[in-house]
């Protein structure tokens, strides 16, 4: 798509947190390309290293700053932010920013997570901490902060992300799956809280998409003298439609979440069948 192309979202104000890379980018660049003012949130540094970057330092910033460059460029409005979804404080300054600078906000999406691999019996108590927070403390952190925003601009939409880890357990990704049935369970809350003020507040649950986060279960879950490929291919069994998800098919699910007027309080999945419902 051209920039500019559909300006369905024109001067409508647009938040992305966890937007610099992956799904979150595909999401930022779809709502940009049809006329959002658009927000990229990221950031270079994680609390803790267990995460399925194996570091606490990361680039989410400095790309969330390159894609906002690229898309300038093109005559698109995007803007890039520093923020730890999970830091309090920063998140303040990121939405006080806002108020600040566009001074309305219509949609919200939250796009962070992070995943590690661990049994349960050799998992420490810090690691389930760092995971279940790092996926859900910033779920609410953000959605309370964009609640009076959005009640000042007469209503909008928030998009948390969980998983199809929020719909069914998998092994050695205990914490992640309890963090991601957690999203749902505060979507769906957040929805009944809201609802007659205009807010709708809804989830999506992607699949197995080619991303930095897949790639790392990859190597995690790889069975003994198994290549890469073959450890993909074994993988897109797990799903009846056989074919992987791409950033794009969650983008567009988000996008039909943040205009749909009658939709709030749901949990939708992209995952090819893997779950059903």
Known sequence: MTAGADGEFTGKVVLVIGGGRGIGAAVAEDFARRGAEVVVADTDRLPSAYNHYRSTAVTGYAEAHELAGKLTAEGLSVTAAEADATDEDAIRRLYRGIADGPGRLDT???????????????????????????????????????????????????????????RTGFAKVSHYCAAKFGVIGFTAALALEVAKENIRVNAVCPGMVRSHMWRYLLSEFARPGETEDECWERMRAMIPQREFQTPEDIAGLVRYLASAPRVTGQAVSVNGGMTTP
């Open 108 to 166: 919200v999406v939250n796009a962070f997570g992070v995943t590690h691999v661990s049994t349960v019996e050799q998992m420490e108590l810090a690691e389930f901490r760092h995971v279940v927070s790092g996926n859900l403390d910033g779920v609410f952190l953000s959605s309370r902060a964009a609640l009076p925003l959005l009640r000042a601009g007469g209503g909008g939409s928030i998009v948390n992300f969980s998983s199809v880890s929020g």
